[in-house]
Every structure is written in C-alpha cells, then in structure tokens.
C-alpha cells in the first residue's frame, strides 16, 4: 500500500505538457519548434521561462550561451510545460523545456549561461533558479567568471546599444 502511495505522490511532481523537436536555436534564451497544424509547417519561438541570457552582440557570452543550448536541443526532443501565461508579449510561447527529466532553463542558469529573471506570473521553478545562480556565482561559472565578468545584464546591454 505504501508503495502504491509513494508512486502516486511521485507521478504529481512529474511535469506534463507538449513534447515536440528543436528544430532552431536562436539564442541562449529562445528556440525554435515546427507548428505542424498549418498546412506548411512554421517555426515557432519558445521563450525559456525564468532567464535571462546574455544578448547574441554581447561577446563572448551570448554566442556561448545560444551555442550551448543548441548543443544540448538541437534536434531533441523535448517537453514543454506551461506555467500560468502561456505567451508573452511579443506572441512567443512560454515554457520551461524539459530534456530527458533535466530542466534546461535551471541548467543555463547552473552553467552561468544566464541569469535567473522572475517572470511573473511564470514563478513555478523561481526558487530552483534562483538556487542555481547562486551557485553559479559562488563558482564562478560562466559569466559569473572572475576573470571575465558579465558586467551588464542583457538588458543593460541592449538599452546602450540603442
């Protein structure tokens, strides 16, 4: 009976939603997947909910980001699971995307790839996130490297280059 309880309980913490295929990669923050219901086939943007990564023109950080997300998708299959606002502003999906029970957003954000963003109403894994770059900072990964420190958030970035 325990058994039977204990599963029951797991199966809860499992995430759910749409598996589909990476078809792009377009930046450390943003995929592409084909919308197979048009009669042809559309690439459709996938916001990775909960981060911020460095900006494509911010070097060398964007490019390794937007490489290492490509590295880990491309071509994959994945799970999408869908917080509480399922589109943003700019009419992309939202989602944290799930590769083989690894949460990639936590994995960016675990890397120094990107930066932990509350996205509000999408808090669902803030805490993990927010975990993650923590640790992060404390190793000095990524752009949290002493040596070669990101010094301007994306959006920074991108309001001087404007």
């Given at each position: 009976?325990?058994?039977?309880?204990?599963?029951s309980?797991?199966?809860?913490?499992?995430?759910?939603?749409?598996?589909?295929?990476?078809?792009?990669?377009?930046?450390?923050?943003?995929?592409e997947?084909?919308?197979?219901?048009?009669?042809?086939?559309?690439?459709?943007?996938?916001?990775?909910?909960?981060?911020q990564?460095?900006?494509?023109?911010?070097?060398?950080?964007?490019?390794e980001?937007?490489?290492?997300?490509?590295k880990?998708?491309?071509?994959q299959e994945v799970?999408?699971?869908?917080?509480?606002?399922?589109?943003?502003?700019?009419?992309?999906?939202?989602?944290?995307?799930?590769?083989?029970?690894?949460?990639i957003?936590?994995?960016?954000?675990?890397?120094?790839?990107?930066?932990?963003?509350?996205?509000?109403p999408?808090?669902?894994?803030?805490?993990?996130?927010?975990?993650?770059?923590?640790?992060?900072?404390?190793?000095?990964?990524?752009?949290?490297?002493p040596?070669?420190?990101?010094?301007?958030?994306?959006?920074?970035?991108?309001?001087?280059?404007?």
């Amino acid at each position: 009976m325990a058994c039977i309880l204990l599963a029951s309980c797991q199966n809860l913490n499992r995430p759910s939603g749409k598996v589909t295929r990476v078809e792009r990669v377009v930046s450390g923050q943003t995929i592409e997947i084909a919308d197979r219901s048009a009669a042809v086939p559309l690439l459709e943007p996938i916001r990775l909910i909960g981060i911020q990564a460095p900006d494509i023109r911010q070097k060398p950080w964007g490019q390794e980001a937007r490489i290492e997300l490509e590295k880990l998708t491309l071509g994959q299959e994945v799970l999408l699971e869908f917080d509480v606002q399922e589109k943003d502003r700019f009419d992309r999906l939202l989602a944290h995307v799930w590769l083989r029970g690894k949460l990639i957003n936590e994995y960016m954000v675990k890397e120094g790839l990107a930066l932990a963003e509350p996205y509000f109403p999408n808090t669902k894994y803030m805490e993990r996130l927010t975990n993650a770059q923590e640790r992060a900072r404390l190793m000095g990964l990524g752009i949290w490297n002493p040596d070669q420190p990101m010094r301007q958030t994306p959006g920074q970035f991108r309001s001087n280059r404007e």
